[in-house]
């Protein structure tokens, strides 16, 4: 990089940033210049320049006031714009984090100066009430590009020494109650406050000021509106699947089998055989998926926010939420089963990724009681296709309405692709808790059909449960083994299955309602 007294040798060079900021950002070229730019030559040939245009749009986008003119204004917009694109270059490049601070700071002796004044601009910014709306969100968007980009790398501490969480709150809610255009600038802000509750959550819990402070809010409107916010994300995730493919509304139980199944190569149990064009959906999914983050985090952190999920699903007025929305927790059912349908067909690692997170947010779920035992009381409202949890609803005295072929597709594809993967299951550990739940499925009451095909009697005991699971698995197998000796001739497995999987889509699952256990003296 060239110093300024070569570039302008007759100019000032204060002078010299006034006039290059007061120039409208023509970001996709400056994107360009700078991903071109190697990580070598970042450290050594353009560290100067780099460094020059970081600290002084860094002046200009803080040190700005609202009240000094037109002209001003724009050399702060400029300026934030630039910070935003250099930011997003650079920080792919691969760069240590003392790297990162020695280059945009000049000196590492400087970067507490320069990052802290960078951390005051932003929430200064979020929080002035004379700011301009586009002004607060591409502040936003910079302190978003800012924490992802970092990811755990030493810099990102300098957002934990400021407690941004107020600014966040704030410009949420100032933002919803502009106008609906205005949605996707909060679901950003949750996105923020979600990367910012990760950044060394195992190590450094304690100094994160930003989990103490989820944690512990209570402010139940402020939550309804994040709830809200992330259903639209995820609805307008579902519907780049729509476009792409028109398709009836899928269900969760059948998609997260096809899942499943998808990852054997023989695909022994694929009850349909779908072609899907596959390099259709390969940016999918989109973006806004990303709202799966902040739902995990405050699923495991706030019960308040549980608390809004379950309250959201007491049907008034038809169902009908804000903006005739449906609840936030159908559309993540919903976007669920497009994730599952299409990790397994397209593959990739992001994909993969979000199936991931995404059984991960089922299995919270699964595990709350409140929220369980109000799907199966709504399950009769809504079009809903979830299989039960057992426990909570047998605590809670309720009884659904199951779609008992697809749940014991489901079962059969689960145990079956466990079977296939047991080296690799054992591996995970856990193995031997995943059996004992798979065994005691197929033998708990709740899971009969009709509430008089067995008594309901006091509780049994563990032996007594124990003795029944396993006189209704023996009673099973025994159905099929004979199924299968009827076919006559030796078998390959994957014939096996497909004998089983046959009859239990014909049939269902063949369960003889077993003699009840006599309690042990």
């Not at 070229?29 to 353009?46: D, F, M, P, V, Y």
């Not at 300098?158 to 106008?179: E, T």
Request: net charge negative; charged share 20%; hydrophobic share 40%.
């Amino acid at each position: 990089g060239q110093p300024i007294s070569k570039i302008a040798p007759r100019e000032d060079p204060s002078r010299f940033w006034a006039d290059v900021f007061v120039l409208d950002v023509d970001s996709s070229w400056l994107a360009k210049r700078l991903n071109g730019i190697s990580r070598e030559e970042c450290l050594h040939e353009q560290k100067i320049l780099l460094g020059q245009i970081f600290k002084h749009a860094l002046q200009f986008f803080t040190q700005s006031k609202y009240s000094d003119g037109e002209e001003e204004q724009r050399r702060r917009r400029n300026a934030l714009e630039t910070l935003v694109v250099l930011f997003h270059s650079v920080l792919q490049k691969d760069l240590a984090g003392w790297e990162i601070m020695d280059l945009l700071s000049g000196n590492m002796s400087e970067s507490d100066l320069v990052f802290g004044q960078l951390v005051e601009g932003i929430e200064s910014t979020l929080e002035s009430t004379e700011a301009p709306v586009a002004l607060k969100h591409r502040t936003l968007q910079l302190a978003l590009v800012f924490a992802c980009g970092i990811g755990q790398l030493s810099p990102g501490a300098y957002l934990l020494r400021r407690d941004l969480f107020p600014s966040i709150v704030m410009v949420s809610y100032l933002l919803i109650f502009i106008d609906d255009s205005t949605t996707p600038f909060t679901f950003e802000a949750i996105l923020l406050l979600s990367v910012l509750l990760n950044y060394h959550k195992s190590e450094a819990a304690n100094l994160n000021p930003y989990l103490r402070r989820v944690r512990g809010s209570v402010d139940h409107t402020f939550l309804s509106k994040v709830s809200w916010a992330l259903g639209y994300a995820f609805d307008t995730a579902s519907k780049k699947y729509q476009e792409i493919q028109d398709d009836a509304p899928p269900t969760l139980a059948s998609t997260f089998g096809s899942f499943l199944t998808a990852l054997r190569p023989d695909r022994a149990l694929s009850s349909t055989p779908v072609e899907t064009p596959k390099e259709l959906f390969k940016d999918q999914p989109i973006e806004a998926t990303a709202g799966l983050l902040p739902l995990y985090e405050l699923l495991q952190l706030n019960p308040v926010f549980t608390s809004v999920i379950v309250e959201s699903l007491t049907i008034e007025g038809g169902g009908s939420t804000t903006n005739s929305r449906p609840p936030m927790i159908f559309s993540f059912i919903s976007l669920a089963s497009y994730l599952f349908t299409h990790a397994s067909s397209v593959g990739t690692q992001r994909s993969l990724a979000y199936a991931n997170l995404t059984m991960r947010i089922i299995a919270l779920m699964a595990s709350d009681e409140p929220m369980i035992a109000k799907f199966a009381r709504e399950s009769g409202n809504y079009n809903l296709d979830i299989g039960p949890t057992a426990d909570t609803t047998r605590l809670t005295n309720v009884r659904a309405e199951y779609h008992w072929e697809e749940l014991w597709k489901s079962i059969l594809v689960l145990l079956e692709f466990t079977s296939s993967r047991v080296d690799k299951v054992k591996v995970l550990g856990r193995v031997e808790e995943l059996i004992e739940e798979l065994s005691t499925l197929t033998a708990l009451e709740v899971m009969i059909p009709s509430p008089n095909t067995q008594p309901r009697g006091a509780a049994l005991t563990v032996q007594a449960q124990a003795a029944r699971a396993i006189t209704t698995i023996q009673s099973v197998i025994a159905y099929y083994g004979s199924k299968i000796n009827e076919t006559g001739g030796e078998m390959e497995i994957g014939d096996v299955m497909k004998v089983i999987g046959a009859e239990v889509e014909r049939d269902g699952l063949h369960i003889a309602s077993p003699r009840e256990p006599e309690a042990p003296t």
